[in-house]
């Protein structure tokens, strides 16, 4: 009887090995996706929800430009869109300006294929739709429009308490119809509980574990938009930074909201303020130097350092809010290759276009915004590969 089942259970891993072999040799997945489990699954959850991952689109990351040339540069590209982006740092850096003349270079482009609209040949013409939760309830509206934002296409939601401001953000977010959202800021998202009780009560960890929340929440959101509609939001979070009590040692550097959101972000960028540089005549400042550095990037290299410049008077070439980033632009091209000495007949070359000096190149980049654009793309197309 023994050796009876001895002989059966031979026979059996031996049918069953055959049978792993037969659908080793054929498409084994494929099976799978025609099962009835995989059916059911879709069935409940949606035909997204199971795939091939080679359906998925094996392409470079679009970006969006933040305006600054440096940054995009570091970024290795600008931000990558669909993804959850981070924002921080002390007092009068640039956050919520960095933030919004994002948004006013999106506004600029095709949101189906993510390029400027002057540059756009998709037949799925798209526009940027933009919208910005206003938590600290300071958003400017004149400093936007100098910064490039089209007020007429921006959404604006000013919450009066955190889970309020995060319910707005996540409806929005799973609309499918937002495709840029920013959240201004972090450190202003109140709990109501905090709002109705006396002051002198306490609520320790109460806003870390409503961040929290509302991280997770948000994120689901941008997955479902990706399944229901096919492309997925670009989120932004603006955050301050604290400094923790009694450290002694080490960085006492805090943000406010506990770690939930860096662990969601993809790229984290601090920004530090720098020196103001004052008009000799008037004694009004001229410009003021920013500094920056990508503390996580999940989507090119981390750590990258810079700095750029943003005029704060009237000039003959700049606006107030503009940035100054033309040498920048010159220094990286002429390392690149992209503007050379020309092989023949002297003179200089940018992207195949003959120029008698090189101070000509650099003009043609200060007076025409499409050249420059042309140059940057150049540029970032180089350092993407």
Known sequence: MGVLASE?????CEESAELV????????????????????MRKKF?????????????????????????LDRALGGGWAVGRVHIVFGHKSSGKTTLLKRTIGQAQKMCASCHKFQEVCECKNKRDFLCAFVDIEG?????????LGVDLDTLLLSRPEYAEQGLDVAEALLRSGECDLLVLDSIAFLTPLKEIQESTEQETMGQQPRLVGKGIRKLNSALIA???????KPTLFFTNQIRMKLGVMFGNPETTPGGFAPGFAASTEVKLRPGKYEMDKESGTPE??????????????VPKMEGEFRMMLCETQTKSVGDIYDEKFIMDEAQRLGVVRKAEEGGGWECLGEKFRIKKDIEDRI???PEFKRVVIRGILGIVEL
């Open 46 to 70: 949606g035909v997204s929800m199971l795939v091939r991952a080679s359906e998925l689109r094996a392409e470079k990351l679009p970006r969006i430009p933040s305006g600054v040339f440096t």
């Open 8 to 12: 059966g259970r031979n026979r059996g």
């Open 366 to 368: 200060l007076s025409e």
């Open 21 to 40: 072999s037969k659908k080793t040799e054929g498409d084994r997945l494929g099976m799978l996706l025609d099962s009835s489990t995989v059916a059911a």
């Open 225 to 231: 938009a990706e399944n229901e509609v096919g492309r």
């Open 138 to 146: 300071t958003f400017d509206p004149y400093w936007a429009k100098q």
């Open 287 to 300: 410009h003021v130097d920013f500094y920056f550095k990508v503390e996580k990037n999940k989507t090119g």
